[in-house]
């Protein structure tokens, strides 16, 4: 199909293609019509959700202006929200008598997530929890730690930074013998049955 294929299936379907063309005069009058009178519009209908929604944006802004520091390196930069910790105990010595881990247990833990071990400074280990399983999701969780805790808690290995674990937490303290580790393929597959 050519460019004059086209232009003559577009004057058979010209609704208007029929009439005869207008002339100088008539044409020049339309075009001055619609450049100097506004045509008439339909009075605003009111919006009231439209009024609200402008004074969110608004309140919004402000509470964006207080948000940023003076220090910031560039105008309009707001600080970042601190990020969100859960702190647990692992009270564990290594001294305890362990059954073998069952899902009906773990799934009474009131947090489990699988983090991997962002730093250890001292007794506090930081995950960075990748999913939680249960519980309130944060950004962060801290684990306060005895000496030897993370031994009994991991089986004979310590937190490792750069490493992922499988974490249950019953009343803010680890559950250990075999609950909580390193995400092994069985320790995971005892968490699926859980949660």
Do not use: H
């Not at 001292?122 to 969780?141: H, S």
């Amino acid at each position: 199909m050519t460019d004059d294929d086209l232009r003559a299936r577009l004057r058979r379907a010209d609704p208007a293609g029929t009439l005869p063309p207008l002339g100088p005069g008539p044409t020049q009058r339309l075009l001055e019509n619609a450049m100097t009178i506004a045509p008439e519009r339909p009075a605003a209908r009111r919006r009231p959700w439209l009024a609200g929604a402008a004074a969110a944006a608004v309140v919004a802004v402000i509470a964006g202006v207080g948000l940023a520091r003076s220090d910031d390196p560039g105008p309009g930069t707001v600080a970042a929200p601190p990020p969100t910790v859960t702190r647990v105990v692992d009270r564990s010595g290594g001294t305890e008598k362990c059954l073998p881990p069952r899902a009906e247990r773990l799934a009474e833990a009131g947090l489990a997530f699988e983090g991997t071990v962002r730093s250890v400074d001292g007794d506090v280990v930081t995950l960075v929890p990748a999913r939680f399983l249960t519980g309130p999701a944060t950004d962060l969780v801290e684990v306060e730690q005895a000496d030897e805790s993370s031994e009994a808690l991991v089986g004979a290995t310590r937190f490792e930074v750069g490493e992922t674990y499988l974490v249950a937490v019953v009343d803010g303290t680890v559950l250990i013998c075999g609950y909580s580790g390193l995400a092994t393929p069985e320790l995971r597959q005892l968490y699926d049955e859980a949660f």
